[in-house]
């Protein structure tokens, strides 16, 4: 089994950065793309960003130039840099990943969230 664990979430005033961080653990052998997303009250959950396991990352345009992703392979960990933050980027953000496990097979996970607040 593996498991995902959001942290790094709060309130912040609007303008402000926040930096989101997510480890994963359990029967891994490897982790493939991993993804932050997002679900703000009432609507439906939206990506944010993706990262494959060599680096290379997409962004939803709403977010390019104010949210980064990155990841440490050696801590199974990825990361959501978040600055110029707006009160609609108000949600619950989720951790995602694509993860082989010691036996080989591939499954999707994901995280149980963390909440970020953007107050005006």
């Known amino acids: 089994q593996v498991q995902l664990v959001e942290s790094g979430g709060g309130s912040v005033q609007a303008g402000g950065p926040l930096r989101l961080s997510c480890v994963a653990s359990g029967s891994i052998f490897s982790l493939d793309n991993m993804a932050w997303y997002r679900q703000a009250p009432g609507k439906q959950r939206e990506l944010v960003a993706t990262?494959?396991?060599?680096?290379?990352?997409n962004y939803v345009d709403s977010m390019k130039g104010r949210f980064t992703i990155s990841r440490d392979n050696a801590k199974n960990m990825v990361y959501l840099q978040m600055n110029s933050l707006k009160p609609e980027d108000t949600a619950v953000y989720y951790c995602?990943?694509?993860?082989?496990?010691?036996?080989?097979?591939?499954?999707?996970?994901w995280g149980q969230g963390t909440q970020v607040t953007v107050s005006s």
């Open positions: 995602n990943a694509d993860v082989v496990s010691r036996l080989l097979t591939r499954s999707n996970y």
């Open positions: 990262i494959t396991s060599r680096g290379r990352t």
